[in-house]
C-alpha cells in the first residue's frame, strides 16, 4: 500500500520538471522576442539606411550589368543578364539582412553604456568600405577582367611582396584615401537624412519595420532561388559570364570541381644518366615578356643574338600558363603546368635539375623579385646550390644587380672547373615597367607612379604612354641580356655554354579588350612568348610551334642524353632538335586548373581549342571557343577534336594519378 501511494504521488509529481521547463523557455523566447521588437521598433533609420544601401548598390551593378558582362561575352543571352541582375540583387539585399541582424544581435547582447553609437558607427563604416571596394572593383573588373575576389588576385595579395610586385604609386593611394574618405561621408549624410524617419513615422515604426523586412525578403527569396539556380547551371556548363559575378567564385568550392590528385613524377625506374658532354647552362626567363618584342627596334640585342647560325626560334612558342608561377614552373620541369598544385603538395623538385646535381653541376638562382614565396612557389628552387632575390630597390636597378651574381657565378665556374647552371629571373618588365631615364626613347610616357585607379576608359585614353613605358623597359632589359651574353662571349665562342631565352608570360594591352595578364584569357598577347636558344654544334632551326615543356628535352639532347632519358619519362615535351609529328599540341593552362579554375587551352599548328573541364575527373571537357593561331575564329571539324581531346586526357594521366575525394 505505501508503495502504490509514493508511486502515485511520483506520477502527479513528474509533470511539474516539463511544466517549469516550459515556462521558463517561454518566458526567455518573450523576453528575447520583446527585445528584439523593441529594438526594430526603435531602429528603423538602420534598417532603412542598410537596405537602401543594397538598392543603390544592386542599382550600380544593374546599370553596368551589359558592361560587364561583355567584358567576357560580347554576346549574353537572356540567362546570362537574369542570372546577374538576380545574382548581384541576392548579393547585396543579402548582405544588408545579414548586417542588420548581427547589428541587432549586438547591441540586444551588448548592454553597455555607449556601445549603441559604437555599433552604428561600425556599420557605417563598413557600409563605406564596402561602396570604396565596389568602385575598385568595379574599374579593376573593367581593365583586368578580374574581381578583387579572383582566386589569382587573393593568393597574390597573401603572397609576401605582393605590393612590390604591383607597385601602387602614392597617386593610386591618395585615390583610394579620398574615396574612402568621401565614402564615409556620403554615408553619414545617407544616416542624417533616413534619421529625420523616425520622427515621421511615430508610433508605426514597428508596423513600418516589418512592413520593410516583408518586402526584402520577398526579393531576396525568389532572385536566390534564381540565381542558385541559374548559377548552378553555367557553372556546371563553365560559362564565362560566372567571371562577370563579384564573389562568385568564394560560393563555389574550388575542392569541388577536381579529384585528389597524386603525382608520378618520373616515371617509376627513370635513371640518372651521365651527361658526357657537360656544357654551361644559361636560363634567362623575363618577366611579361611578349613574342612580338624580338625586333631591330624594341630588342636589339635579342634580335642579333636570334640570328646566330647556332641559335634555334620558334614562330609560335607558348608559355605553360598566364601568370608567373605557371610560366616558371612548366620552365624548369619540363611539365604542363597543370601539375603545379598537385607538385606543390608533394613538395617534388624539378626532375631536370636532379640530373644535372647528379653530374656535377653547381645550380645557381637569381631573381628581382620574392619568387620563392610568391604562390608558394619555395619547392620549385629546393635543389639549388646559391640563390639570391634582390628586393630592396627599385626593380631595374635589382636587375642591375643580377649581373653582378652572374659575374660572381661565372668566375667561380672557373675557378672550379665545374658545369654550373645559372637561372637569371629579370622582371624590370612587369608592370609598372620601370627603366632608367636613359632609356625613355619611345614617348609620350605616364609617370611611373601614375594612378591605377583612373578607370579603364581613362587608361586606354593613355595607352599610347602604357605602351611606351612597357617598350622602354624591354629596351632596357635587352641592354641587360646584351651585357649577359658579353660577360659569357668567351665561353659562347668555345661553344661551352648553352643559352636559353624565353618568357614567364605575355601581357596584353586591350587588344582584345583588356590589360595585363591575370585573367584567364588564352590570346596571344597574353600565353605567347619568344623563345631563344644557343646550341653550339646545331644548325640554326626555326621550328613552328612549341611550348615550355620542350625546353628541357632539347637542352639534354644537345647534351647527349636522348637516348638515355626519353623525354616521355619525366617530360610532357619533345626535343625541338627532332623531327615534330605534324599532329602534336602544346597546353596552356589557366592559374589554379584543375583545382580552382577549369579552364585549359590546347594548341596545334593550326588551331586554338579553349576548354573547360566539366567533371570532377579530369576526363570530360567542354569547348568555349576555336579560333586559329592568330585568335580569329574559326571551327574545325569534329572527329578532330575528339581525337584531340582523346589524346589529351590520356596525356593528362603520365604523371597524375586520380582519387576519390
Not at 620541369?333 to 598544385?341: A, W
Not at 571537357?621 to 585568335?631: G, H, N, T
Request: aromatic residues 12%.
Amino acid at each position: 500500500m505505501v508503495n502504490n501511494r509514493w508511486a502515485n504521488a511520483s506520477e502527479d509529481l513528474l509533470p511539474a520538471p516539463r511544466q517549469l521547463t516550459f515556462v521558463v523557455c517561454e518566458t526567455s523566447i518573450r523576453f528575447m522576442f520583446d527585445r528584439i521588437k523593441r529594438a526594430l521598433a526603435d531602429r528603423l533609420p538602420l534598417f532603412l539606411f542598410v537596405f537602401v544601401n543594397a538598392i543603390l548598390q544592386t542599382l550600380f551593378y544593374w546599370v553596368q550589368a551589359g558592361e560587364l558582362i561583355r567584358v567576357v561575352k560580347p554576346l549574353p543571352n537572356s540567362r546570362d543578364e537574369l542570372l546577374f541582375y538576380s545574382y548581384t540583387c541576392t548579393l547585396f539585399m543579402g548582405f544588408a539582412l545579414l548586417l542588420y541582424l548581427l547589428y541587432l544581435a549586438s547591441v540586444s547582447l551588448v548592454r553597455r553604456r555607449g556601445f549603441d553609437r559604437v555599433a552604428h558607427a561600425a556599420v557605417i563604416g563598413i557600409e563605406a568600405l564596402l561602396a570604396l571596394l565596389i568602385v575598385v572593383d568595379y574599374k579593376v573588373y573593367l581593365t583586368l577582367g578580374m574581381h578583387l575576389d579572383a582566386d589569382f588576385i587573393v593568393r597574390s595579395m597573401r603572397s609576401p611582396g605582393f605590393l612590390d610586385n604591383v607597385r601602387l604609386g602614392w597617386t593610386t593611394w591618395l585615390s583610394i584615401g579620398g574615396a574612402l574618405v568621401a565614402a564615409i561621408g556620403l554615408q553619414l549624410g545617407v544616416w542624417r537624412l533616413l534619421g529625420e524617419v523616425e520622427r515621421a513615422t511615430g508610433a508605426g515604426r514597428w508596423r513600418a519595420t516589418w512592413i520593410g523586412a516583408a518586402i526584402a525578403c520577398c526579393v531576396i527569396v525568389p532572385a536566390g532561388w534564381s540565381s542558385a539556380d541559374y548559377g548552378q547551371r553555367v557553372t556546371d556548363e563553365g560559362s564565362l559570364v560566372t567571371d562577370a559575378l563579384p564573389l562568385f567564385g568564394r560560393f563555389v568550392n574550388p575542392e569541388r570541381l577536381q579529384n585528389v590528385l597524386r603525382p608520378l613524377y618520373p616515371a617509376p625506374n627513370t635513371p640518372l644518366p651521365t651527361i658526357r658532354r657537360p656544357k654551361q647552362v644559361i636560363f634567362v626567363l623575363l618577366e611579361t615578356f611578349r613574342a612580338d618584342n624580338i625586333t631591330p627596334s624594341r630588342a636589339p640585342n635579342l634580335y642579333r643574338f636570334a640570328q646566330r647560325p647556332d641559335v634555334l626560334t620558334s614562330a609560335h612558342h607558348f608559355s605553360g600558363g598566364h601568370t608567373t608561377e605557371y610560366g616558371m614552373f612548366a620552365s624548369l620541369y619540363g611539365v604542363h603546368s597543370y601539375h603545379y598544385y598537385p607538385f606543390l603538395q608533394e613538395q617534388l623538385s624539378p626532375f631536370p635539375l636532379r640530373v644535372l646535381k647528379a653530374n656535377g653541376y653547381r645550380l645557381g638562382q637569381s631573381s628581382s623579385s620574392s619568387v620563392r614565396s610568391w604562390f608558394m612557389g619555395r619547392f620549385m628552387f629546393t635543389l639549388f646550390d646559391e640563390w639570391r632575390e634582390f628586393t630592396e630597390g627599385r626593380t631595374d636597378e635589382n636587375d642591375e644587380r643580377q649581373l653582378a651574381f652572374a659575374r660572381r657565378f661565372r668566375d667561380a665556374r672557373r675557378a672550379d672547373k665545374k658545369p654550373g647552371f645559372l637561372h637569371i629571373f629579370f622582371t624590370a618588365t612587369h608592370h609598372n615597367y620601370i627603366y632608367p631615364k636613359a632609356f625613355e626613347r619611345h614617348r609620350p610616357v605616364l609617370p611611373e607612379d601614375y594612378n591605377h585607379l583612373m578607370g579603364d576608359s581613362k587608361l586606354l585614353e593613355h595607352k599610347e604612354k602604357i605602351v611606351n613605358r612597357y617598350r622602354n623597359s624591354v629596351l632596357y632589359v635587352d641592354s641587360l641580356l646584351g651585357r649577359l651574353f658579353a660577360l659569357y662571349h668567351d665561353e659562347i665562342e668555345r661553344g661551352e655554354v648553352l643559352i636559353v631565352v624565353t618568357g614567364d608570360h605575355g601581357e596584353e594591352f586591350w587588344e582584345h579588350g583588356l590589360m595585363g595578364h591575370g585573367s584567364t584569357r588564352f590570346v596571344n598577347q597574353r600565353i605567347q612568348v619568344p623563345l631563344l636558344m644557343l646550341l653550339p654544334g646545331q644548325a640554326r632551326r626555326r621550328v613552328f610551334l612549341s611550348g615550355h615543356p620542350d625546353i628541357w628535352p632539347t637542352l639534354f639532347d644537345a647534351l647527349g642524353l636522348a637516348d638515355r632519358l626519353p623525354p616521355s619519362r619525366y617530360s610532357n615535351g619533345r626535343s625541338l632538335l627532332r623531327p615534330l609529328p605534324a599532329d602534336r599540341y602544346v597546353v596552356v593552362s589557366g592559374t589554379g586548373f584543375p583545382y580552382s579554375n577549369r579552364r585549359v587551352c590546347l594548341i596545334t599548328p593550326r588551331h586554338k581549342l579553349w576548354l573547360v573541364k566539366s567533371s570532377l575527373k579530369l576526363d570530360r571537357f567542354s569547348i568555349m571557343r576555336q579560333s586559329d593561331l592568330d585568335d580569329r575564329p574559326l571551327e574545325w571539324p569534329r572527329s578532330e577534336i575528339d581525337a584531340l581531346l582523346g589524346r589529351f586526357v590520356s596525356d593528362l594521366q603520365r604523371f597524375l594519378r586520380e582519387g576519390e575525394r
